[in-house]
């Protein structure tokens, strides 16, 4: 299984439309948590049954309610789908993977589901996608062919609005023309390979740090709620859609190109959350995606057949000497690693790489 992603092409209208049904997700699962909220000590019964009481209240009682009927002129799918993620949310809060559900706002982003009642639909493959219950739209790049789905998932980015659905099917695996690779992830080269190749990410936030100071403090100056102060806040929207787009680009070309070209990767386990507790480095490493070329290389192993092995975090790979082993303190601001033992120099991110591929789990 896996999911696609397109962009929709939409005029003012269908625009405000999914802005509608946007804003009705939001107002239903705001309603749903703070009935449940309101119910703790009341009713000991889980949160799956208090929810569905929830929803026999929101169905027979709110919805007919004159203020309310609005509703029943937008999808009642998107409804049943913000009961069901309220759920979710509060399920993955009582085994502890999350927190206490919070309430939804407009500022967290704009997104909802809607689904086929009736199973599976069938794509076409083209420009245009028949969304269940919403209607058909146009893309902005077209499905190379006809798939079947139920779930839709709608939501928005910076000015743009997305449509994802999962497909039930696997890639079928390539064959890799290459064998194993070690792979050193640092800040100053973002990827440096054991066959020495080297990729430079693109430093979207960095680059875009000016331009958004610039917009915030406006913002700040504006009066607060106007008309112009939701026009500097959707600019500053879209500029930091753009940095995601640039960063998920980068690493997407990348991520696609190891998986689809060696046969073994080898990278280290990094503690992103760890290096992120560094203030002189939180930005960079924010900045660069450590964690999702990771969340991206694994899965997409998966996908392409390749094998991926996680090194041992505290395995000292800038530290040892790819060609005798010998081992030296390495200070961050030190480039070239130069052997004492051997006499070897070497880069210090190629040497790391070397030693990466080398590397055997302790039995």
Not at 114 to 119: A, I, K, L, M, P
Not at 157 to 164: A, C, L, Y
């Amino acid at each position: 299984m896996f999911a696609i992603k397109r962009a929709l092409k939409l005029n003012n209208r269908e625009a405000t439309l999914m802005a509608k049904h946007a804003g009705f997700r939001r107002v239903v699962f705001n309603m749903g948590l703070s009935l449940r909220v309101q119910m703790y000590g009341v009713l000991e019964f889980s949160d799956s049954k208090v929810i569905n009481e929830v929803k026999k209240v929101l169905t027979n009682q709110v919805k007919k309610q004159p203020e309310c009927a609005w509703m029943n002129q937008l999808s009642s799918r998107v409804y049943q789908n913000a009961l069901i993620d309220l759920k979710k949310a509060f399920a993955r809060y009582r085994e502890g993977k999350a927190g206490h559900p919070k309430f939804a706002s407009r500022r967290d982003g704009q997104s909802f589901t809607v689904d086929s009642s009736n199973g599976k639909v069938l794509l076409k493959a083209g420009n245009t996608i028949k969304i269940p219950t919403l209607g058909t739209f146009r893309l902005d790049e077209p499905l190379p062919q006809g798939l079947a789905s139920q779930t839709f998932t709608i939501s928005k980015e910076g000015n743009r609005w997305f449509v994802s659905f999962c497909v039930d099917a696997e890639r079928l695996p390539v064959q890799q023309p290459k064998g194993s690779v070690g792979i050193d992830i640092g800040i100053k080269s973002f990827a440096t390979l054991s066959t020495q190749q080297v990729f430079d990410a693109p430093k979207p936030l960095q680059q875009a740090k000016t331009k958004l100071a610039t917009l915030q403090r406006k913002a700040h100056r504006q009066i607060k709620g106007s008309r112009n102060q939701r026009k500097t806040y959707n600019k500053i929207c879209r500029l930091h859609a753009r940095i995601a787009c640039i960063r998920k680009d980068f690493l997407h070309k990348l991520t696609t190109y190891l998986a689809k070209t060696f046969k073994l990767i080898k990278v280290e386990d990094l503690n992103v959350k760890g290096l992120l507790a560094n203030h002189k480095l939180a930005g960079a490493i924010s900045d660069l995606g450590f964690y999702e070329f990771r969340r991206q290389l694994e899965y997409k192993c998966k996908m392409y057949g390749a094998s991926l092995v996680l090194v041992d975090r505290w395995f000292p790979s800038s530290k040892i000497c790819s060609n005798c082993t010998a081992k030296k303190d390495m200070p961050l601001q030190v480039r070239n690693y130069d052997c004492p033992a051997c006499g070897l120099s070497i880069d210090r991110d190629l040497n790391a790489s070397l030693n990466i591929l080398n590397w055997e789990p302790s039995a």
